[in-house]
């Protein structure tokens, strides 16, 4: 398993990909990373400074956008990190 700091995290299920922390370290990887582009964090960067601009999103939202990644990083995954039948 990854540890905060390290440049590395491996969610296990898709609920521990949702969660705010998780979200975050992404957004500070992304953000410190050698290997992504500049335009890239320029673009999130931008994107973070409107959502503060934004009214609220919808309840639930955090949990769709993540089972929608999750399933695109593990189609051969269910939710839970198993194996589908």
């Known amino acids: 398993?990854?540890?905060?700091?390290?440049?590395?995290?491996?969610?296990?299920?898709?609920?521990?990909?949702?969660?705010?922390s998780t979200s975050q370290n992404i957004?500070?990887?992304?953000?410190?990373?050698?290997?992504?582009?500049?335009?890239?964090?320029?673009?999130?960067?931008?994107l973070k400074s409107e959502k503060l601009k934004s009214p609220r999103l919808v309840p639930g939202w955090r949990k769709t956008f993540f089972e929608r990644v999750w399933k695109r990083l593990h189609p051969d995954l269910d939710l839970d990190g198993q194996a589908k039948k």
């Open 27 to 46: 957004h500070a990887h992304v953000l410190k990373c050698r290997k992504c582009p500049q335009r890239t964090k320029e673009e999130l960067a931008f």
């Open 1 to 20: 398993n990854g540890h905060a700091g390290l440049g590395k995290y491996f969610p296990l299920t898709c609920k521990a990909l949702s969660t705010n």
